[in-house]
């Protein structure tokens, strides 16, 4: 647990001079879950926009944080650290009363290619935002804590879930626009691979490594957003599930590629690499890493098709000989769940 006491030094505000929490909100409980990015569509930018994310909501893993009164600053739970760095910037920035208890209940993995500081990030501003009664919404929230450099995937799905295309970065500083959302049917499933010995880059790393990449080519990137527009978009608007695969699989085949300098190979991980080789052999066509991984993924139609795949790869993949776990998943057609407790009458 993480205890800050206001006092010389210290970052946080003296409660005296802070804005108090609303009287009638006595608790704020935020879920979000977390996102697949699928990966970009033009990372070359010669049109004067760069990046341009796909990516899907789906219903776990989630997060979910919990703000309510205390005498004192104090957070607790996962990845309370940069909770503490999130909270303290919007008390900073709106002069809050610091006198909070922050519980991390739950949380996304870190560095594992789902989207787990974005949200974690919005979870927090959105619990002070409701608890303050500052009204922000995720967008301004996401530009106060330095979220959506790239994408705007996380953001979108925060504020309403389902597939996601933004429109990449402009000469503006704020996250790109969102250009289309479609809700993810509900008897598709994702199946989730995990590498639990292995991060995705992230942080300085990333930055480099998006500075180490070739020049990405104009013909490729004009490629993707055909591949998006005119095939995986309409398929998914029409449920149409083995077009929709087939519309990943390019995009996470081009951008893969692209990516093996800084990587090794088209999917971080080896052993995830193994794992989806293995489902393309079992026929599922809609495979791929999230982000930077080491999350694989693969699309399957229907449930009973998903609890065989997981049933055989656990079966295949099993511990303490293998370091891999899995899951099946849902998409998530909502956002960020918000529960605000009111004080009692």
Partial sequence: MIIARSGAGNAVTEASDARPPLRTVKRVTVSVSARLHLGFVDLNGDMGRRFGSVGIAIDKPQTRVVVERSERTQIEGPDEARAQGYLEALIRRFNLDHRLHLEVAEVI?????????????LATGAALSHFFGLGLDARTLAGLLARGARSSIGIATFESGGVVLDGGRGDRDEPPPVLS???????????????????????????DAFRRLPTFPSEQAAHLCRTMLMIALPA???ADFERFSAGVAELQRVIGDHFR?????????????EVLAWLESEGIVGVG???????GFALVDGEAAAARLLAAARRRWSPPASDLSFAVTHGRNRGADIEVLPVEA
Avoid: N
């Avoid at 959302?181 to 930055?207: K, M, S």
């Avoid at 300098?261 to 690499?273: K, L």
């Fill in 261 to 273: 300098p800084v990587q090794g190979a088209r999917f971080m991980s080896p052993a995830v690499a």
């Fill in 109 to 121: 993995p870190s560095h594992v290619g789902l989207g787990s500081g974005t949200q974690l990030g």
């Fill in 181 to 207: 959302r479609l809700p993810f049917p509900d008897d598709w499933r994702v199946l989730l691979v995990y590498d639990r010995r292995r991060q995705g880059l992230h942080g300085p790393a990333e930055i």
């Fill in 289 to 295: 890493q999230s982000s930077w991984g080491p999350t």
């Fill in 236 to 238: 998914l608007a029409e």
